[in-house]
T-cell receptor, first 111, second 120 residues
Framework: LAKTTQPISMDSYEGQEVNITCSHN???????ITWYQQFPSQGPRFIIQ???TKVTNEVASLFIPADRKSSTLSLPRVSLSDTAVYYC????????????FGSGTRLLVRP | ETGVTQTPRHLVMGMTNKKSLKCEQH?????MYWYKQSAKKPLELMFV???????ENNSVPSRFSPECPNSSHLFLHLHTLQPEDSALYLC???????????????????FGAGTRLSVL
């Protein structure tokens, strides 16, 4: 399973765009990149998943460069309720049922 | 509401007690998981079931005993726990990995809200 590296914490203000970058240098050909969000005392919640280029949904955008060795989760116009831990995971066909959660990025949104 | 329901939400038990955690999913999934999340630690995968068959036991002590009677229900039976077992226990479900690459690669897990367990 490809290891991921992401910043431990980030601060932002309401209304700003937040970009969280994740490094996954050993990503395999079949691996997808998935991001989860977790609030305190809750289970992680799926945000977005992508394989290459750009993916956008109602919550976020995911940018993946051509070499796929990193990815950036973009949260437009964050609010206080976006304060959470964000996890980047990489997995593929061989053992994808194993989600290996790292420490994630703790995002704090200030008023 | 994620479609995965865990009960109870909070549980306090003594080290000699026996209790069970319950998880139920209404998503039509065939794979279910137990995770443990201790304070300030990443989630740790404990057990995996696919079509009611246990496919993963991540070196979990025998005082934790999982049970999966059908694809919609998952239990975690607890006995003679230790204080260090206090944690948030999370259940998740996903599509099965029946050999279709597209499903395998896209494995998206849906988590319940968890059971906050305190062992005294």
């Amino acid at each position: 399973l490809a290891k991921t590296t992401q910043p431990i914490s980030m601060d932002s203000y309401e209304g700003q765009e937040v970009n969280i970058t994740c490094s996954h240098n050993n990503i395999a050909t079949n691996d997808y990149i998935t991001w989860y969000q977790q609030f305190p005392s809750q289970g992680p919640r799926f945000i977005i998943q992508g394989y290459k280029t750009k993916v956008t949904n109602e919550v976020a955008s995911l940018f993946i460069p051509a070499d796929r060795k990193s990815s950036t989760l973009s949260l437009p116009r964050v609010s206080l309720s976006d304060t959470a831990v964000y996890y980047c995971l990489v997995g593929g066909a061989d053992s994808s049922y194993k989600l290996i959660f790292g420490s994630g990025t703790r995002l704090l949104v200030r008023p | 509401e994620t479609g995965v329901t865990q009960t109870p939400r909070h549980l306090v038990m003594g080290m000699t007690n026996k209790k069970s955690l319950k998880c139920e999913q209404h998503l039509g999934h065939n794979a279910m998981y137990w995770y443990k999340q201790s304070a300030k630690k990443p989630l740790e995968l404990m057990f995996v079931y696919n079509f009611k068959e246990q496919t993963e036991n991540n070196s979990v002590p025998s005082r934790f005993s999982p049970e999966c009677p059908n694809s919609s229900h998952l239990f975690l039976h607890l006995h003679t726990l230790q204080p260090e077992d206090s944690a948030l226990y999370l259940c998740a479900s996903s599509q099965d990995w029946s050999g279709l690459t597209i499903y395998l690669a896209k494995n998206i897990q849906y988590f319940g809200a968890g059971t906050r367990l305190s062992v005294l």
